[in-house]
């Protein structure tokens, strides 16, 4: 499945399955509304912290507003614990991945905070959701840093291939070199003594005809072996 098509598929059912909690659950207008926001994970690969941003805000929203995602609801918690995975996975630094994830902790901690008939002290929540968020976008850090260092092995492995070849190929080019060389000298060495015993033949061809005619019969022999 293509990687559009897959953050459109996960984006549609994170929002079904939260909508649907809500009508089922605790239905109310404005978090059903509010159920839509986890269609921004669509956007997750490219803009994990403003994923992030948009499902924290509009979840304590929907607390100002009386809403029943924080108050009554399961799935909420578990869209902002993927949406912070995905946050780990696709930050492009530290400081945006830290940034994203206190963003979240903030949000819960405020809509846990204000939410009627909730009253945990303010750094309970804030321990647990820090622990609750900040763990998922650890895990999402670890992850991207494992798939870069096994990319960054692969680029190695793939150079030092290439690498081995071009030796290869280099000792290989020299070889032809040096036989081609070895067989020019043995050519010339042979057309050397050719032309030698040419021009021996032809100083005694006029007195010695018979000892011109072994010279060629030599010259023969020598040019075909």
Do not use: K, W
Request: glycine share 8%.
């Amino acid at each position: 499945m293509p990687p559009a098509r897959r953050e459109l598929v996960i984006a549609f059912a994170l929002t079904a399955a939260l909508l649907t909690e809500v009508l089922v659950v605790a239905p109310d207008p404005v978090s059903a509304v509010a159920a839509l926001a986890p269609l921004a994970l669509v956007a997750r690969g490219r803009y994990p912290v403003a994923v992030v941003a948009a499902l924290s805000a509009a979840f304590v929203a929907d607390t100002i507003a009386g809403g029943t995602l924080v108050t009554e609801l399961e799935l909420p918690l578990a869209v902002m614990i993927f949406a912070c995975l995905s946050l780990g996975l696709h930050a492009t630094s530290r400081a945006r991945a830290a940034a994203g994830t206190a963003i979240a902790v903030g949000a819960g901690t405020l809509a846990n905070q204000i939410a009627p008939g909730v009253e945990y002290p303010p750094l309970d929540d804030l321990v647990f959701f820090a622990l609750v968020l900040g763990a998922p976008a650890v895990v999402g850090q670890l992850l991207r840093r494992r798939a870069d260092l096994i990319a960054e092995l692969d680029a190695r492995a793939g150079a030092l291939r290439a690498a081995r070849e071009d030796a290869a190929a280099a000792a290989i080019a020299e070889e032809r070199a040096r036989l081609a060389i070895g067989v020019h000298d043995a050519l010339a060495h042979r057309v050397g003594e050719i032309t030698l015993q040419a021009a021996g033949a032809q100083r005694v061809a006029g007195e010695e005809p018979g000892r011109a005619l072994a010279v060629l019969a030599r010259i023969e022999a020598a040019a075909r072996g």
